[in-house]
């Protein structure tokens, strides 16, 4: 028994598609805010203030944070197992010993709402990422992994080609799960 195979092609499919794929009684998703643009903003990233000593006893503070509403975020995880080798066994025995560290590719940009580069902006998002501290991270996306804390391993803010008023930037994060000494 053979099983029948469909295709569309042509102008049909146009008027298909929204046959097969409607969902009826279903609200779109509320946007959590609006862009300075109008655009709806469905998760954006928070980065929360803080402050830190540096190694000559200097307060750094970081009083703002930064909100940054155009960002794509990646979350990968890797799994630590120890793989042993048996004499006479083919391959090796998997012993599972913890989950990773997430690691998280932050990507996005930062815009003016002149013509003007975002100076003021980027070297705040610069400072922030060269603090050598924990940062607490506010977003949806990353809640949903329990992701609160993390530690930034490289970043880098690529030129754009003809445009002025925004900075592209990508983030490399790790996972961080904060330890109290007192805890130990």
Known sequence: MSIGKFTFTGA????????????????????????YLGTPVYSNLE???????????????????IIIDHVLMS??????????????????VKEYISDGDYQIEI??????????YPETDVNELVQILRAPVALN?????????????VVVTDYSFPQTEGARNIQ????????????ELADL
């Open 12 to 35: 049909g499919l146009a008027l298909l598609k929204p046959k097969l794929f409607s969902f009826s009684g279903v609200d779109p998703d509320e946007p959590s805010r609006s862009s």
């Open 168 to 179: 592209e930037f990508s983030i490399n994060l790790l996972s961080d799960v904060p330890v």
């Open 107 to 116: 990507t996005g940009t930062i815009s003016s709402q002149t013509n003007n």
């Open 75 to 92: 979350v990968s995880q890797t799994k630590n197992i120890v793989t042993t080798p048996i004499q006479g066994r083919n391959g090796t």
């Open 47 to 65: 980065i929360e203030p803080f402050q830190y000593q540096t190694i000559s006893g200097e307060t750094i503070s970081v009083q703002n944070g």
């Open 137 to 149: 991270l506010i977003s949806e996306f990353l809640n949903w992994f329990d992701i609160h804390s």
